[in-house]
Nanobody, 123 residues
Framework: VQLQASGGGVVQAGGSLTLSCVASGRTFSGYGMGWFRQAPGNEREFVAAINWNGAYTNYADSVKGRFTISRNSAKNTQCLQMNNLRPGDTAVYYC?????????????????WGQGTEVTVSS
């Protein structure tokens, strides 16, 4: 099983980026997915989660109203649309697949992790 995240880069404050994550090796249509991030010197933290059929989502308070998580189960992919980016969003972003149909904001609920994609927001 492999998760490949992409879409990171350098963007000015107020700009947008879309992160993508492709899963390979098995089908994850019945499993929750999520995004986490780790800024330099900080612990990895929750960003967004989506349940197995896309009916439920959850966001960290710091990104609510700016980030949108989505998934395409047929393609085994998930995306994170990030708008109105701030310097505080600078981090390495990790995609993950949950152990069940809903991982929510708990890292221990996720079994598979991608390698991370770096996002840098300049002021």
């Amino acid at each position: 099983v492999q998760l490949q995240a992409s879409g990171g880069g350098v963007v000015q404050a107020g700009g947008s980026l879309t992160l993508s994550c492709v899963a390979s090796g098995r089908t994850f249509s019945g499993y929750g997915m999520g995004w986490f991030r780790q800024a330099p010197g900080n612990e990895r933290e929750f960003v967004a989660a989506i349940n197995w059929n896309g009916a439920y989502t959850n966001y960290a308070d710091s990104v609510k109203g700016r980030f949108t998580i989505s998934r395409n189960s047929a393609k085994n992919t998930q995306c994170l649309q990030m708008n109105n980016l701030r310097p505080g969003d600078t981090a390495v972003y990790y995609c993950a697949v949950a152990r069940s149909d809903w991982g929510n904001n708990q890292q221990a609920m996720y079994r598979y992790w991608g390698q991370g994609t770096e996002v840098t927001v300049s002021s």
